[in-house]
Every structure is written in C-alpha cells, then in structure tokens.
C-alpha cells in the first residue's frame, strides 16, 4: 500500500481550532458583560429606590411642619379672639371660660393632626401623596402608609414611604420608615411673665447679677431674678452661667438690668454697633437709659426688651422672631421687615400727649403673628401720618391701638363719634387688621405688657420635631 505524505491541510484545521477556541472565550465575557450589566442596572435602580425614599423622608416631614405652622396660625388666631373677648367681658368667670378654651383648642389640635395622618394613610390619595424626581418619571416617592399613635405628651407619627425607580426591563422598590413625635402641650394657653406697665419704669436693683448667685441668693427670692449686669459684664456670658452647672437654671426666669445696651447685651464684634443674629433664649432685659443706639437689629430671637425711653436703629429691625419689645420710643431709619411671633409696643411718655417718637425712614411689613401696638395719644402726630401709608401687615398679623378719647372710663373720653381718635392705614387690606382697644389695662394684656398670672396665648406653639429613619 502507497502512503501519500504531505502536511497540505493542516493549516486549515489550525486555523479552525483558533476561531472555535477564540469564539468560546468571547461568548464567555460576553455573556459574563451583560449579566454584569444586568446586575448593575439591578444596583442602579436599587440604589435610586433608596434615593427616592430618602428624598420622601426630605419633603413629607417638612410638608408635615408646614402643616403644623399652618394650624398653629390657625389655633393662635383664634384663641387671641376669643381671650381679647373674655377679658373685655365685666362679670364673666374668666377662669372657667379660658378652661374650656383651652380644652377646646386641645381637642381641635390633635384631631387635626390625625385627620391629616388619616388622610395621608387613605388607599384613594396615593396620587395625592405620589412625586416624582425624575422628569421622565422613572423615579419617584410616595406614602405607602401612615400611622398616628398616643403618647404621654405627643402623639407618634409614622410614615412608610416607598421610593421607585425604573430602568429600562429593571424596576425596584425601597421602603422607608420615619418616625417623629408631635409635642401636645398640657395647656395650649400660658401664664405671662412679662412685666408689668410699672415695671418698665422701675429703676434698676442694686443687686448685681454676680451677687445673685453667691451663696445661692436666687434661692430665697421669688422668680423673675433681678438683677443689674455690671459695667463690663455680657449677657450671653450671663446666659451661660445661668444654664450651667451647678445652677441649671432658665434664662426666662430672668430680669436683667442695665444701662449699656449695646456693650453689654449687643456685645457686637470688631468694634461695628449692630446687634444681629442673637438668640436671647427667653431673658428679659430692662434698659434704663434713652438715646440708646444701633446700626441694625436682624435676626434677633427669644428676646424681651423693655427700653425706659428711646431706641434708635440707624439701619434696620428685620427678621425679628419670638420678640416683645416694649419701648417709649423708638427710631428706626430704614426698615422693619419680617416680623415673626413678635410683638413691638410703643408706650410713649406718661401724660405727655404728642411728644414720643415712632418714626420708621422706609416700609414696615409683619411677616406671621406678630403684632404692633401703640398709644397714639402720646405719639406725634406726623409720625402717625407718616406710618398710615409705610405699614403692611399679614392676614394673622394686627394693629392694636389705644387712644384716651374711646376709653369710657377716662376723663378725655368722647361720646361723639366726632371727638374720638382713629388710627387707619391707607392699605385697605392692611387696615382690616388694625383695631382699637377702649380699655388701657386690656390693650397692655394684648400687647404683651401684662400683669404677672393673667393668659396669653404663647408667642408659639413649638412646631419643631427630631425624625428618626428605619431602613
């Protein structure tokens, strides 16, 4: 037998062998790709679930206190009404009527608070509740439950959010539970500490705030503390103490005195005479002095102020928030703006008719619940004409005034509508928010300036609450 001896052909199946071999090891990391692939857009999408819930937890709890500021609004509103009319009312049993206010207003608040949680866990308001963060709406966030809870002072609320996002074949849903308390406060009305008329006036103790605290004196006197800050002593030095051990004490339980005002209660940086951006944490300073000034007043909180004759701010009283600042006088040469849960009471001087100044350069807006009040007897008459057209007040802000000639029992009051004096803005608006109080003792329990166990409604009902989130 002939055997034909020849290597002709073995190139091909070499060449062969490679393309097979080259072809599995391809089909492997291709497939290996898209199933990576898969699993990241499966992470993707996951990961922007989360995303979407999170950004729930964002919106619903400050949907949730806007709400509650909303309501607030609300309930202070109507429980200064109704208060402004028991104390008006001769012959009433006040105590027993501000009881029944307050239970009242009580039972309106929580069911308030659990109507909007029911409303909130109801199956037909998904789309209420359902935004997206996506323009081509492949991720959004919604409420997949929510859950009101009784508690000793509070109520919990709980909020299940779902967060979906979608992605291409890939769809994926987180789920999310925030969990805060809403503080329900045992009384809904608080008995004032402000200080009195008199004691606007009052001269300054000779007791300073140092000797206070040697040997514990605070302990033997009755609350509100007095005491004088010495010449170089600060307030918030003072504020500290205060709160700090061994003391703990609150700084609202205290009336402190002085003739420095922008030293030592300002206590403004790098030599400038602003007095911004301070949180007073509810102290009561008295300033015994007139001409006191500043170049502005911003951002001032907590803070009651009572100046024994004339404040002067050569700039602005802006975004002044949880204030009472009972004042003679008062200047301001640009603007008061932003008024918050403020009250501003002008007094002027006693049986001194159109001497005190309120003069304001620019415009005067109240933002939410806050209040001006003035006597217009004692204030001159071009001021008054010059703020008819410079005040703007909100639908739950007021002007209360108070004028001799429309108070029945003083000498100077007028039967004839004709001899009695009216104050009036010329926005009309603005003007449907300003009234008269005909009794002096009644305007200064309105204005904040009231005598030591008579109601008011709190400057603010907190609306303030610590979230926490379960994944």
Do not use: W
């Not at 190139?11 to 898209?34: E, K, N, P």
């Not at 007897?377 to 005040?391: F, G, Y």
């Amino acid at each position: 037998m002939k055997y034909i001896k020849t290597q002709n052909g073995y190139a091909l199946v070499i060449v062969l062998l490679l393309v097979t071999l080259f072809l599995s090891i391809s089909a492997t990391f291709i497939g290996g790709s898209l199933n990576h692939s898969k699993q990241e857009r499966t992470v993707d999408t996951s990961n922007q679930a989360v995303a979407s819930a999170e950004m729930g937890v964002v919106f619903y709890t400050e949907d949730f206190e806007r709400f509650l500021e909303l309501l607030r609004n609300k309930l202070v509103r109507n429980m200064q009404d109704e208060l402004d009319i028991i104390s008006s009312c001769n012959g009433c049993d006040s105590t027993s009527l501000k009881s029944l206010l307050n239970s009242r207003i009580k039972s309106e608040y929580i069911s308030s608070i659990k109507t909007k949680v029911s409303h909130m866990d109801a199956d037909n308001n998904e789309a209420f509740y359902k935004n997206n963060t996506s323009a081509d709406g492949s991720m959004n966030y919604m409420i997949d439950s929510a859950k009101a809870k009784d508690k000793t002072g509070a109520i919990e609320i709980t909020l299940n959010l779902k967060g979906i996002a979608k992605q291409g074949e890939s769809n994926s849903n987180s789920l999310l539970s925030v969990v805060f308390d809403v503080e329900v406060p045992d009384s809904f009305l608080v008995t004032s500490n402000h200080i009195t008329f008199d004691d606007v006036y009052r001269a300054t103790p000779t007791m300073t705030c140092d000797e206070l605290f040697v040997g514990e004196k605070y302990k033997t006197l009755e609350k509100p503390y007095e005491c004088k800050l010495g010449n170089n002593q600060k307030l918030e030095d003072l504020i500290t103490k205060i709160k700090s051990d061994p003391y703990y004490l609150k700084p609202v339980d205290f009336r402190v005195y002085t003739d420095k005002y922008l030293e030592n209660v300002c206590n403004p940086p790098g030599g400038s005479s602003n007095c911004n951006s301070n949180d007073f944490q509810g102290i009561s300073v008295v300033v015994n002095s007139s001409g006191t000034t500043t170049a502005n007043m911003n951002g001032l909180t907590n803070f009651q102020l009572y100046v024994s004759g004339k404040l002067i701010i050569d700039g602005n009283l802006n975004n002044a928030e949880r204030n009472v600042m009972a004042l003679k006088e008062l200047v301001i040469r640009n603007n008061i703006q932003s008024l918050e849960m403020t009250t501003l009471v002008v007094l002027g001087y006693v049986n001194q008719p159109n001497i005190a100044s309120f003069e304001v350069g620019n415009n005067i807006s109240m933002k939410s619940n806050a209040r001006i009040c003035m006597d217009i007897d004692l204030i001159k008459q071009v001021d008054l004409e010059s703020l008819r057209k410079k005040i703007k007040i909100d639908n739950t802000s007021s002007l209360i005034y108070y004028t001799s000639t429309q108070d029945p029992s003083h000498s100077n009051y007028s039967a004839a509508e004709a001899g009695k004096k009216k104050f009036t803005l010329e926005d009309a608006a603005s003007n449907s928010r300003v009234k008269v109080e005909p009794n002096y003792s009644n305007f200064l329990k309105m204005c904040g300036v009231t005598v030591s166990g008579s109601h008011t409604v709190p400057n603010i009902i907190d609306t303030g609450f610590d979230f926490d989130v379960k994944y």
